[in-house]
């Protein structure tokens, strides 16, 4: 198996689960929502910058991607958090 | 295949950076606005289909996937092959707008307007941004499905993982974290 | 000087300096009634002198745009201009419009339309001069050699014939007339004049430092391609406040926030440029203008551009002295620099001459660089007085305008030490010192 459909397979994986949470257990503690949702974008985001868009084995700038990335979640979970 | 530096073509990555730059400033807008009309957001976030957002991410993930493997049989010279993914990637796209359209009739139907609502001002203009992207990129893989040779078709499927990277990112902040 | 044709470029740089000299000149005056209203105002009344100082900046930055391309398309295509005399005649039209508008609005004969108040015989005339051009670059460069510098110059001077055929649409509808305004003013200096502003300077980074063509067609598209990207969209901050939807304050505010990059991206390439550069050009004043374009248009343009235009900012400072900073900061910095940088490096292989008088001109950048830096610094806290007393405590227009009176007289100073600047770099460009004169005329030069 490729890491390609490696990759696909997990982000599938990641999918499938937010969405069976979601249909199960709506009530889920806000905090804990929050963690998931935005763990489940960082697997995401992440396997399709490293696999789809290649930057896998591009060294300065797979580091300099993933650290906007998080950056950016960084962010946007702590404005979800508020309130 | 172990390639240093950035891959492709380097002002196809200009485009990126900026596209990801627009839909991060939009969607850190959505999450202060969120914050000035808590009550309206959470209200509002329980109209949207979060089964069809999930649907649509499935369908993205799976046609950029398509994609990635037509752009590797383009590199080892597999172009009849390459060209039945790329057109399998594109039906994928034109899926998720068939999606789209029937969200956003649904909350037409609704009575929701797109105009007055902080909500469904942010909610309207960034996903329309994307589904213009998908609806582009669609259009675009078409375009290089005739003539699949790596030249033509690496930046177009970067494009094409671009709009996936950012459904990524806007899906969560639209769908799930308002609710 | 390599084409004969380049010559052409002279007479236009010459009629640029003239409505250069023109258009400071009556700032001066505007400074002026700022601090002393009554000041010919029978004579002059304060609009009209505001029409000609704008108008006379647009046309000349427009000559010098034109006096650049037909000075650096000869040497990117390697041939002679298509035809020099289409050229002048080209230049004979416009000056006769220009001079006619002019004329026309001391006798309060205008349209009206902010920076578009040209009659509709002038705007004709224009559409006709730039026809003559297009027609006389564009064959120039398709019978030459193709160049990354000639693709990106024809695509911007193509944008601003394109639309500034929007001028000629005036619809009733205020907002509507008011959206197609900006199609010309915004698209003009926030869009395809930075093309032609980025294909200049590649072109001076290429003689200038000596670096690789590639690297600086690189750096080209990367400028070209973030200018295009923020700039349209950007248009959406001149919506918020004219009756189009409120969405345009959303797209408005996050794609012009953005307009920034292209212009942090201008300066790293000149930066980056003389950085790696490995010639050394005798024209150092055509160095530091074209650093000092980018630093500027940087902070004028990008910087002092963001500071107001994020829509809820906006809503306090619009149409404030703070657009004023702004306003002039960033055409000094991007547009008037860039056409001084390009006269200062061809003036000399024009005139056939060494670069002469570059203390001088070199000077003058210091003058008109720091004049109008303090300008923009005593317009801004005169914009955020002005915020304050008339948008937040809501004080009347002309109340407040008389407690800005301070700045007002800085502000003039600083439009002294502007004009000046600029006469002594008219003075520095085109009356060279005799003993610095040379030819170099490789036959008569002896060899070093």
């Known amino acids: 198996m490729t890491q390609l459909t490696r990759s696909w397979l997990v982000m599938s994986m990641v999918v499938i689960t937010v969405a069976l949470v979601l249909a199960v257990a709506p009530g889920l503690p806000r905090p804990v929502w929050l963690v998931l949702i935005m763990a489940a974008s960082f697997v995401k985001a992440r396997l399709v910058l490293l696999d789809y868009l290649e930057l896998r084995h591009a060294d300065e700038w797979r580091v300099g991607a993933m650290a906007a990335l998080v950056a950016l979640l960084l962010v946007m979970a702590a404005l979800a958090a508020m309130a | 295949m172990a390639k240093k530096g950035l891959p492709g073509n380097s002002l196809i990555w200009i485009l990126i950076v900026s596209e990801v730059l627009v839909f991060a400033l939009g969607l850190v807008a959505f999450l202060v606005m969120r914050l000035l009309h808590l009550r309206e957001f959470q209200a509002a ?3 949207l289909h979060a089964g069809a957002g999930t649907l649509s991410m499935a369908l993205l993930l799976t046609s950029g996937y398509l994609a990635a493997i037509a752009q590797s049989n383009s590199q080892q010279g597999g172009q009849s092959r390459s060209r039945l993914l790329l057109i399998l990637a594109a039906l994928l796209g034109v899926l998720f707008l068939a999606l789209k359209a029937m969200e956003y009739s649904d909350l037409w139907n609704r009575g929701v307007a797109f105009e007055g609502s902080q909500f469904f001002t942010l909610y309207a203009l960034i996903t329309g941004f994307h589904a213009a992207h998908v609806a582009f990129g669609t259009g675009l893989l078409l375009v290089v499905s005739l003539r699949p040779t790596l030249e033509h078709v690496e930046p177009s499927v970067a494009f094409w993982h671009m709009v996936d990277l950012v459904w990524v990112l806007v899906f969560p902040v639209l769908y799930l974290v308002p609710r | 000087m390599k084409y004969q044709s380049q010559k052409v470029a002279l007479a236009y740089f010459a009629c640029a300096m003239i409505l250069f000299a023109a258009q400071v000149t009556f700032g001066l005056v505007l400074g002026y009634i700022y601090v002393a209203p009554n000041f010919l105002s029978e004579l ?14 647009v ?7 034109f006096g650049a391309s037909y000075y650096l398309i000869p040497e990117e295509t390697e041939r002679e201009l298509h035809s020099p005399k289409l050229a002048y005649i080209q230049l004979v039209l416009l000056m006769v419009g220009a ?14 339309r902010e920076f578009l108040e040209q009659p509709l015989w002038v705007k004709l005339g224009i559409v006709v001069a730039a026809l003559i051009f297009l027609y006389n ?10 160049t990354v510098i000639t693709n990106v110059l024809l695509l911007g001077l193509w944008g601003i014939a394109l639309f500034f ?3 000629l649409y005036n619809p009733a509808n205020l907002t509507v007339d008011k959206m197609y305004w900006w199609y010309v003013v915004h698209i003009w200096v926030e869009g395809v004049w930075e093309l032609v502003m980025a294909s200049v300077l590649a072109f001076m980074m290429l003689k200038l430092t000596g670096v690789d063509r590639e690297v600086v067609e690189k750096w080209l598209y990367v400028i070209v391609a973030l200018a295009l990207f923020t700039g349209l969209l950007g248009t959406g901050h001149h919506y918020y406040w004219i009756g189009t939807p409120g969405y345009w304050q959303w797209i408005g505010s996050i794609f012009s926030a953005l307009e920034i990059l292209p212009f942090f991206a201008m300066v790293m390439f000149t930066f980056v440029m003389v950085w790696k550069g490995r010639r050394e050009h005798p024209n150092k004043a055509a160095l530091l203008w074209a650093l000092g374009c980018s630093v500027l248009a940087f902070f004028g343009a990008g910087v002092w551009g963001f500071m107001h235009t994020l829509a809820p900012m906006n809503y306090y400072t619009h149409g404030t002295q703070v657009t004023a900073a702004h306003g002039h900061l960033a055409f000094f910095g991007a547009y008037v620099s860039m056409n001084l940088a390009i006269i200062t490096y061809a003036m000399p292989y024009l005139l056939g001459r060494r670069p002469y008088n570059q203390v001088l001109n070199m000077a003058s950048f210091w003058l008109m660089a720091s004049g109008m830096s303090f300008m923009t610094f005593t317009l801004t806290f005169a914009g955020v007085v002005q915020t304050h007393l008339q948008r937040v405590l809501g004080q009347g227009f002309m109340d407040v305008q008389d407690q800005l009176s301070l700045f007002y007289w800085m502000r003039l100073g600083s439009g002294v030490v502007v004009v000046l600047g600029a006469l002594l770099f008219i003075y520095a460009t085109f009356v060279p010192r005799r003993e610095v004169i040379e030819t170099v005329n490789p036959a008569a030069a002896p060899a070093e």
């Open chain 3, 59 to 65: 046309v000349w930055l427009l000559l010098g745009f």
């Open chain 3, 44 to 57: 002059l009344p304060f609009n009209i002198a505001r029409m000609i100082h704008t108008n006379a900046l």
């Open chain 2, 45 to 47: 976030s329980h109209l």
């Open chain 3, 165 to 167: 055929l929007f001028s």
């Open chain 3, 137 to 146: 670059v564009t064959m120039t460069v398709l019978q030459g050699r193709k």
């Open chain 3, 99 to 112: 001079s006619a508008a002019v004329i026309g609005y001391l006798f309060r004969i205008h349209e009206g």
